[in-house]
């Protein structure tokens, strides 16, 4: 699957949904690290850091994978 083209909305909606949780429920689990405005205003100005996104994927249980295309 290729996200480079995929919204920070996108990807955080593709991950909610494979864990079958609400962004809400996903903003309580980071609850120390992203308030739920903040949350939602930095998806909405794709202003969404590398380290915000791998702290996402830590809570859910994924991990980012980087490879070199082919």
């Known amino acids: ?3 480079n083209d995929w919204s920070n909305k996108e990807i955080i909606k593709f991950l909610t949904s494979r864990k079958k949780i ?5 903003v309580k689990m980071l ?3 992203l308030l739920e405005g903040t949350f939602s205003g930095k998806l ?3 202003a969404l850091k590398v380290s915000e ?3 996402i994927c830590d809570v ?3 991990e980012i ?5 082919k």
């Open 1 to 3: 699957m290729n996200i």
């Open 22 to 26: 609400t962004q809400k429920e996903l």
């Open 31 to 33: 609850k120390k690290t």
């Open 44 to 46: 909405a100005r794709e």
């Open 53 to 55: 996104l791998q702290n």
């Open 60 to 62: 859910l249980g994924f």
């Open 65 to 69: 994978i980087l490879q070199e295309k």
